[in-house]
Each structure stands twice: as C-alpha cells, then as structure tokens.
C-alpha cells in the first residue's frame, strides 16, 4: 500500500536549518508530482512546495520562497525539503502529500518547532 514517511523534524533557533525527509513506497514515485504542506495549532494547512515527477518545475508558497528548496531522488523515492532561515513561523508539523484520480494520500508528518 501507499506510505508517506516523514522525518526530520526537530527544534532548531531561528535563523537555523533543518532537512526533511519523506521516504514514499507502494507507488509510481517517478511518475507523480510530490508536496509539501504544514499546519501549525489553530491555522489551515498550508501547501509549502511542489514539484513535478522529474523535478523540472518546482513552486513555493510566498512565505517560504527564497529560503526552503524542495528536491527528490527517484531512484530511492524519496523526497526531500531543504529549509535554511528558519522563522518562529514556521513552526508546523510537515506532511507530504501525493495524489491521482481522487486518490490522495498524506504522511503521518514531522513537527518543526522554531524557537530560541
């Protein structure tokens, strides 16, 4: 069956960085766009990145743009978010995220807590 593995997370000052990893199995993962999201306490979950099945096209949320990069390695299907400058907003838990047809599937996710 799908699964969607996610880790990573941690506490880290702001300023810092983290990467977060999500290890996906029991899918065509070459063949199909990945995302990351988040949701922190109280707030909608938010798409984070995007990107296409053979990484040519990637997006961002304005929020993070410029300081998180998203990347995968198809041949081990796994997924990657690179985040560098890290904000006491970008405090969430990290989910990432695949779908076809009306099939969607989301990990179990990975907190990041940015704090001093």
């Known amino acids: 069956q799908v699964q969607l593995v996610e880790s990573g997370g941690g506490l880290v000052q702001p300023g810092g960085s983290l990467r977060l990893t999500c290890a996906a199995s029991?899918?065509?993962?070459?063949?199909?766009?990945m995302y990351w999201y988040r949701q922190a306490p109280g707030k909608e979950r938010e798409q984070v990145a995007t990107?296409?099945?053979?990484?040519?096209?990637?997006t961002y949320a304005d929020s993070v743009n410029g300081r998180f990069t998203i990347s995968r390695d198809n041949p081990t299907t796994t997924l990657y978010l690179q985040m560098n400058s890290l904000k006491p907003e970008d405090t969430a838990t990290y989910l990432c995220y695949t779908q076809w047809g009306s099939n969607t599937y989301w990990g179990q996710g990975t907190q990041v807590t940015v704090s001093s």
């Open positions: 990107i296409s099945s053979e990484s040519y096209f990637t």
């Open positions: 029991g899918f065509a993962f070459s063949a199909r766009p």
